[in-house]
């Protein structure tokens, strides 16, 4: 998730260093353009997706990862009345 939040980040400079690049002087390119925008979506449309597919139902849990008999045991969401206490 780092490099999605890094991406977001560079992401104005990127298009700006490329838009001087390619334009000294007038509007930017269309290619551009059409570039950072489908860019754009595609980030958005993944982070849309990361969004849906890491949620938990309602009351749902969170039990960290814990150490068993010498072994570790994942962490998990569960449902709550399933949680340990």
């Excluded at 958005?44 to 150490?67: C, D, F, H, K």
């Amino acid at each position: 998730m780092r490099f999605a939040e890094l991406g977001l980040l560079a992401l104005p400079f990127v298009v700006f260093i490329a838009w001087r690049l390619m334009a000294p002087s007038g509007g930017p390119p269309r290619v551009l353009v059409f570039g950072v925008t489908g860019v754009v979506a595609a980030m958005v449309i993944v982070l849309l997706i990361l969004w849906y597919q890491e949620t938990a139902s309602p009351g749902a849990s969170y039990v960290p990862a814990q150490q068993q008999g010498g072994s570790i045991v994942p962490s998990k969401v569960v449902p709550k009345q399933q949680a340990p206490r």
